[in-house]
């Protein structure tokens, strides 16, 4: 019995150790300390920062048609290990943002501030 308990409990304190991780993107950022801060005494601005860093933007082909040419260039190497935060690159309040990203052509679009809140309270409820 004891072992059982045991390990449910050791099941369940991995799963809550997995659901806390802090996403390592967010360290071009923040330091330690502020993270630390965050996830203890604000867990919901931490939130928003984990969820800005998958979603603030998009990359795809630019409309059929389009010039973009003349867009300012994004500069990345590869999609799965890009970090929006090692960009210096902010919101608009109210517009979207668009770029081209170097050697590959694509259009990037950074959300506006309006948007993207849009977007992660939704997925909150």
Aim: charged residues 25%; glycine residues 4%; neutral net charge.
């Amino acid at each position: 019995m004891k072992i059982l308990l045991l390990l449910i409990c050791f099941i369940t304190g991995g799963a809550v150790t997995a659901q806390t991780a802090i996403d390592e993107r967010l360290r071009v950022k923040f330091t330690e300390e502020q993270l630390n801060q965050l996830k203890t005494n604000s867990p919901q601005i931490l939130s928003y920062w984990e969820y800005y860093l998958d979603h603030a933007y998009t990359v795809g082909a630019a409309p059929e048609g389009k010039d973009i040419k003349d867009l300012p260039l994004v500069v990345f190497t590869d999609r799965e290990t890009f970090n929006i935060l090692s960009i210096d690159i902010h919101m608009l309040r109210s517009s979207n943002r668009y770029f081209r990203v170097a050697r590959s052509g694509e259009l990037f679009i950074l959300l506006s501030n309006e948007t993207f809140i849009e977007k992660f309270n939704a997925q909150r409820q």
